[in-house]
């Protein structure tokens, strides 16, 4: 089989939702606690593909435990097998023997058997032993990073929830600079226990020149907001989502529902 190829296991870009082998013993029963393949943030009903031309080593379109439905391939070689779980709709004509092709659609990704939001879960094996399918594939590697400067918002909206300590973690990395925020708004605001849903602060634009551990925090889910506008509003960045969801996927089902009241965890790097 060639090396050069580096194939992909859906269509589109998704970042990954989690690596190889990671270690979460609740979550991960057999390898030790180890997350035994790569997860992939690929909403329902994306077309999944071959990663090597082979044939179908296994199908499994109705379990409702584990991987849920699932394919197995195995390449022409014989050394190398891949396993797409929680799949939606597996290919109607796929049955086990049947060549595959590279780049061939073998069915649909989903959210089916033991999965905590839609996700395609793939493990590859390569003479009987796993390995990290992220070192085989030409997928896009986890959430990119923003690129060039963060630009930080100059006001908030305030939410339920909000303290001023809060948001100077969130705006300014420390929670111990609410003083600053409070001295940016004191037209508005009399005494710092009295911010208010709705009020508009600004934000002092003070850079921040040394490095900050990271920091946690919690937040209080309000009405209309998502992953993405928390990660927005805490992280800098909308696309860095990901990273509040792989905190909070204990509670978190699906990270495109996320529910007023829910309280989340955010580490703030
Ligand atoms: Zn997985």
């Known amino acids: 089989m060639s090396t050069d190829i580096k194939p992909k296991a859906f269509e589109g870009e998704y970042p ?48 409702l435990t584990g991987y849920g439905r699932m394919v197995v391939i195995r390449s022409a070689d014989g050394r190398y097998e891949a396993l797409y779980g929680h799949m939606s709709e597996i290919d109607d004509r796929l049955k086990p023997g049947d060549n595959v092709s590279l780049g061939q659609k073998i069915g649909k990704s989903g959210n089916s058997g033991q999965s905590t939001g839609a996700h395609l879960h793939l493990s590859v094996w390569k003479d009987g032993a796993l390995m990290d399918p992220q070192m085989f594939l030409n997928q896009p590697a986890l959430f990119r990073e923003a690129e060039g400067v963060t630009i930080r918002p100059t006001r908030h909206r305030v939410v339920s929830g909000d303290t001023l300590s809060g948001l100077a973690r969130a705006y300014l990395g420390s929670s111990a600079r609410w003083p600053e925020i409070f001295a940016a708004n004191a037209d508005i605001l009399k005494e710092p226990g009295t911010i208010r849903v709705g009020q508009e602060l600004r934000i002092p634009d003070v850079l921040k020149t040394d490095t900050v551990e990271p920091e946690t925090v919690k937040h209080t889910v309000a009405r209309g907001e998502t992953l993405s506008s928390i990660a927005q509003r805490y992280l800098g960045s909308a696309a860095r989502w990901l990273e509040i969801y792989e905190t909070n996927k204990m509670i978190v089902t699906n990270p495109s529902l996320i529910m007023a009241g829910m309280v989340l965890t955010i580490i703030i790097k």
């Open 16 to 63: 990954v939702s989690q690596k190889f082998w990671n270690y979460w013993p609740q979550m991960y029963k057999t390898n030790g606690g180890h997350h035994n393949g790569t997860d992939f943030a690929v909403p329902t009903g994306t077309p999944l593909l071959a990663i090597f031309d082979g044939w179908v080593s296994r199908i499994e379109r109705w379990q």
